[in-house]
């Protein structure tokens, strides 16, 4: 049997320096690489510019953050959030052959809080020759140079984040295969009468559940709570009566539930950055 090679061989090697219009409009690779693991391959950072995501394409490897390892093997993506000390490297007996890109973005740290990256950063079940042809097509667009190709290259990492937020949705699916028939009843019943007030306690009294314990499995299959739920529910159809109708905003106000007119506009443009004239003025041109 083979031994493990010792030395890591760097099989392609991309270095990007950004411009900065498009740091303000795209995710932006500066990094990239295709990596053969030797047995003594380690990487260890209290603190990095960017995010790491890594595709495992053969071998064995792990990562380290907040104190926990964790395991990658073939087909896994790995996201390592670079601001916090991490460690990553091969499984001496078995090293890694790999895909890897750095990458900067406004958003990434939030959607790494999303999908708990810090606790959770492996995620299986990627379509792996998917997610293995967004990185060479991002390793042929680094190729080029050309400034227009950024367009290109954020495309195929929003793809493979796309990945992982499926890859974490459909663990969550299979935990929760549908949704619950309690819960499903209080949904339906916000849809019918959301312009009528309704309570929580209402809604947990015709599930059969506490309020507190309602309001948790809510949450947890709806991914919000019952008012923040209905009161969007509510600026919904307040929207479509706005575009559709020539009723008076005081009026769309009390059709879609409300019963204090300014409450209603502040409301509305909290969640749509627009006042209830404003939308229509935008809808009807």
Same mark, same amino acid.
């Given at each position: 049997?083979?031994?493990?090679?010792?030395?890591?061989? +760097?099989?392609?090697?991309?270095?990007?320096?950004?411009?900065?219009?498009?740091?303000?409009?795209?995710?932006?690779?500066?990094?990239?690489?295709?990596?053969?693991?030797? &047995?003594?391959?380690?990487?260890?950072?209290?603190?990095?510019?960017?995010?790491?995501?890594?595709?495992?394409?053969?071998?064995?490897?792990?990562?380290?953050?907040?104190?926990?390892?964790?395991?990658?093997?073939?087909?896994?993506?790995?996201?390592?959030?670079?601001?916090?000390?991490? $460690?990553?490297?091969?499984?001496?007996?078995?090293?890694?052959?790999?895909?890897?890109?750095? #990458?900067?973005?406004?958003?990434?740290?939030?959607?790494?809080?999303?999908?708990?990256?810090?606790?959770?950063?492996?995620?299986?079940? #990627?379509?792996?020759?998917?997610?293995?042809?967004? +990185?060479?097509?991002?390793?042929?667009? $680094?190729?080029?140079?050309?400034?227009?190709?950024?367009?290109?290259?954020?495309?195929?990492?929003?793809?493979?984040?796309?990945? &992982?937020?499926?890859?974490?949705?459909?663990?969550?699916?299979?935990?929760?295969?549908?949704?619950?028939?309690?819960?499903?009843?209080?949904?339906?019943?916000?849809?019918?009468?959301?312009?009528?007030?309704?309570?929580?306690?209402?809604?947990?009294?015709?599930?059969?559940?506490?309020?507190?314990?309602?309001?948790?499995?809510?949450?947890? *299959?709806?991914?919000?709570?019952?008012?923040?739920?209905?009161?969007?529910?509510?600026?919904?159809? &307040?929207?479509?009566?706005?575009?559709?109708?020539?009723?008076?905003?005081?009026?769309?106000?009390?059709?879609?539930?409300?019963?204090?007119?300014? +409450?209603?506009?502040?409301? *509305?443009?909290?969640?749509?950055?627009?006042?209830?004239?404003? +939308?229509?003025?935008?809808?009807?041109?």
């Amino acid at each position: 049997m083979s031994q493990p090679a010792k030395e890591t061989v +760097f099989l392609r090697n991309y270095h990007a320096t950004p411009l900065e219009w498009q740091r303000d409009l795209f995710f932006c690779v500066v990094r990239a690489g295709h990596l053969r693991g030797g &047995a003594g391959h380690r990487i260890g950072r209290e603190t990095y510019p960017g995010h790491e995501l890594i595709l495992c394409l053969g071998g064995r490897g792990w990562v380290q953050v907040a104190g926990r390892r964790h395991e990658a093997g073939p087909g896994d993506l790995v996201w390592v959030n670079c601001h916090h000390p991490h $460690l990553y490297g091969a499984v001496k007996q078995d090293p890694w052959d790999l895909y890897w890109i750095r #990458v900067e973005g406004r958003t990434l740290d939030r959607l790494g809080e999303l999908l708990e990256v810090r606790s959770r950063p492996v995620f299986a079940g #990627v379509a792996p020759e998917a997610a293995k042809g967004d +990185f060479e097509g991002i390793f042929h667009r $680094l190729e080029s140079g050309r400034p227009c190709d950024a367009a290109h290259v954020n495309a195929r990492v929003a793809a493979l984040l796309a990945a &992982a937020f499926e890859s974490r949705l459909g663990d969550a699916l299979e935990l929760r295969p549908e949704l619950p028939q309690p819960v499903q009843r209080a949904l339906e019943r916000m849809r019918l009468y959301f312009h009528e007030p309704i309570r929580v306690a209402e809604l947990a009294a015709l599930a059969g559940m506490s309020e507190s314990h309602f309001s948790r499995q809510f949450k947890a *299959f709806v991914g919000t709570s019952p008012i923040d739920w209905l009161r969007r529910e509510r600026i919904n159809q &307040a929207k479509r009566r706005l575009a559709e109708s020539d009723d008076a905003v005081k009026e769309i106000a009390r059709q879609a539930g409300y019963t204090d007119q300014f +409450f209603f506009s502040k409301d *509305f443009k909290r969640m749509t950055g627009l006042t209830p004239s404003q +939308f229509r003025e935008q809808e009807r041109h």
